[in-house]
C-alpha cells in the first residue's frame, strides 16, 4: 500500500486539506535541500516531470515547460544539449502530444543518450482500452470498469442534448474520455468530445484500433485543442515502436510496470495507473 493511501485512511476527511498541505510544501522543501546539496544527475532525464511537485526521486534532471532544471515547450523546436545520457523515462506524457512533438521528443533524446542508454516510455495502452471493451463477456471488461468509474470521477457538466440526458454521463462518452480529451472554457472542466452512440458503436466495429484511435483525434476541433494540453494522441505497441526506432532507438520491447528488460533505474517508476498503461523500453544505438 502506498504512502497516500495509508494518509487516507489515517487522516481524517475534514484534515485532509490540510495534510494535503503540509506534504506538498514538505516535499517542496526536501526537493529544494536535496538539489541544493547534491544537484540533479544530468544523466537521467525525467520528461514533463516538474519539480517540487511530483514524487520522483530528487536526482533526477527535470524536463518540463514549468518548474523544471530544462524549461523546454515539447510542442516547439528545442534540443536538451545533452551528449552523455544513460537513462530517458516519459511516464503519462506523449498521449499529451501531437505526433509530430512526440517524434522530436524521442530524436531529442536519442541524439542526447550515450550507446546502450535506455528509454522508458509509459502510457495509455489504446489496444488495452479497446480490445477490453469489445469483450463479449462483461464480466471480463474489467478495464473498461475501472475507465468508467475513473472518469465517473471527473467535475464534467450535468448537460442534457437532443434528447440525451446528461451527456457526459453516457458509457461511450467516458470510453472517449479515455483516449481524448480537452479544456471546455464554458464549463470550466475538462471533457471528451461528443458524438453519438449510433457512429461511436458504428466505428468501433468497423475500425481497426489505430483507426478509431484516429477517429477519435479528429473529433478535438482547433478550437478544442487551442490553449488545452489534455489527452490529444493514442498509443499503442505498434505506434510506440514505430516512432522508437524511427527516432534511432532499437530493441524496443514491453515490459511490466515493476521490472525492466534493460536495467532501467527504477526509483521513477509509476504503477498507480499500470491498469490502462503500456510500458515499453527501447536502446540508443
Request: contains cysteine.
Amino acid at each position: 500500500m502506498s504512502m497516500t493511501s495509508v494518509a487516507k485512511q489515517l487522516i481524517p476527511q475534514k484534515l485532509r486539506p490540510f495534510g494535503i498541505s503540509v506534504y506538498l510544501h514538505a516535499l517542496r522543501y526536501y526537493f529544494y535541500l536535496y538539489r541544493l546539496l547534491f544537484r540533479p544527475n544530468p544523466k537521467y532525464l525525467a520528461v514533463a516531470e516538474q519539480n517540487y511537485i511530483t514524487l520522483f526521486p530528487p536526482q533526477w534532471t527535470s524536463v518540463c515547460i514549468e518548474n523544471a532544471d530544462l524549461i523546454v515547450d515539447l510542442e516547439t523546436e528545442y534540443s536538451f544539449k545533452r551528449d552523455d545520457v544513460i537513462f530517458a523515462y516519459s511516464g503519462h506524457t506523449i498521449e499529451h502530444l501531437s505526433d509530430d512533438a512526440v517524434r522530436r521528443l524521442f530524436k531529442n533524446l536519442a541524439s542526447s543518450m550515450r550507446s546502450g542508454g535506455v528509454i522508458r516510455v509509459e502510457c495509455p495502452d489504446l489496444d488495452l482500452l479497446l480490445d477490453d471493451y469489445k469483450c463479449v463477456h462483461d464480466t471480463d471488461r474489467k478495464v473498461t470498469k475501472q475507465m468508467l468509474e475513473s472518469v465517473g470521477h471527473w467535475n464534467m457538466p450535468k448537460v442534457s442534448d437532443g434528447g440525451v440526458k446528461e451527456v457526459y454521463a453516457q458509457e461511450h462518452i467516458k470510453i472517449l474520455a479515455g483516449i481524448v480529451s480537452y479544456f471546455d472554457r464554458k464549463y470550466n472542466a475538462a471533457v471528451p468530445p461528443v458524438c453519438s452512440i449510433e457512429e461511436f458503436n458504428e466505428k468501433i466495429s468497423t475500425l481497426s484500433n489505430a483507426e478509431f484511435g484516429d477517429w477519435a483525434v479528429s473529433l478535438l476541433t482547433p478550437e478544442k485543442l487551442r490553449d488545452s494540453y489534455l489527452h490529444r494522441n493514442w498509443f499503442n505497441f505498434a505506434k510506440l515502436q514505430k516512432f522508437l526506432t524511427g527516432a534511432g532507438f532499437s530493441g524496443v520491447v514491453r515490459c511490466g510496470p515493476r521490472n525492466t528488460h534493460y536495467g532501467f533505474k527504477m526509483n521513477i517508476n509509476r504503477t498507480h495507473r499500470a491498469w490502462c498503461s503500456i510500458f515499453v523500453e527501447a536502446i540508443k544505438h
